[in-house]
T-cell receptor, first 114, second 113 residues
Framework: GESVGLHLPTLSVQEGDNSIINCAYS??????FIWYKQESGKGPQFIID?????DKRQGQRVTVLLNKTVKHLSLQIAATQPGDSAVYFCAETPASGGYNKLIFGAGTRLAVHP | KAGVTQTPRYLIKTRGQQVTLSCSPISGHRSVSWYQQTPGQGLQFLFEYFSETQRNKGNFPGRFSGRQFSNSRSEMNVSTLELGDSALYLC????????????FGPGTRLTVL
């Protein structure tokens, strides 16, 4: 079926370092991308989004980069903190027929060590 | 403003039974989407409701159904439960336009024995 990023890698970083989480998406027709953070026992929490007419968007301590040529999305977290430990999912919305349907990647676990 | 709420939070059923899960969206939100999360398949879209109408549907069997009420609250029903239906069921609400941010509830953990 449809998929965004089939792997579930784990990224281990030291507190204070910058983190980069990557995602490959499969649908070149998607025009909206979102990053969610999911902590244990909770639902996904919105972090940041980006539309396909942009290649970079910044939030507070986070930056999302979109490379449509290679269908790649990344989330950069500056000065990673223990509270950033969670599973991070990228998601996409198809440009047509999908309306608010989100297609999620498998996720990346971020472990922040003191 | 209160977030998305889901009830119950935990549920244990046996094979062959049916189950109904409930989702109350953020006040003012008219779209409610449902997702199934399992370790093997990840997060998968079930369906979306907007103004009491199913607007979008994922690739799940007809045993999975839903509805939305005039106050935007939504329910999903799974009939003839199978072991593989054990999952975390998440609902997300949004204002309803394309690319509006979707906010997720804490989920209902369903275990089928």
């Amino acid at each position: 079926g449809e998929s965004v990023g089939l792997h579930l890698p784990t990224l281990s970083v030291q507190e204070g370092d910058n983190s980069i989480i990557n995602c490959a998406y499969s649908n070149s027709a998607s025009d909206y991308f979102i990053w969610y953070k999911q902590e244990s026992g909770k639902g996904p929490q919105f972090i940041i989004d980006i539309r396909s007419n942009m290649d970079k968007r910044q939030g507070q301590r986070v930056t999302v980069l979109l490379n449509k040529t290679v269908k790649h999305l990344s989330l950069q977290i500056a000065a990673t903190q223990p509270g950033d430990s969670a599973v991070y999912f990228c998601a996409e919305t198809p440009a047509s027929g999908g309306y608010n349907k989100l297609i999620f990647g498998a996720g990346t676990r971020l472990a922040v060590h003191p | 403003k209160a977030g998305v709420t889901q009830t119950p939070r935990y549920l244990i059923k046996t094979r062959g039974q049916q189950v109904t899960l409930s989702c109350s969206p953020i006040s003012g939100h008219r779209s409610v989407s449902w997702y199934q999360q399992t370790p093997g398949q990840g997060l998968q879209f079930l369906f979306e409701y907007f103004s009491e109408t199913q607007r979008n549907k994922g690739n799940f069997p007809g045993r999975f159904s839903g509805r939305q009420f005039s106050n935007s609250r939504s329910e999903m029903n799974v009939s003839t439960l199978e072991l593989g239906d054990s999952a975390l069921y998440l609902c997300a609400s949004s204002l309803g336009k394309r690319r509006d941010t979707q906010y997720f509830g804490p989920g209902t953990r369903l275990t089928v024995l």
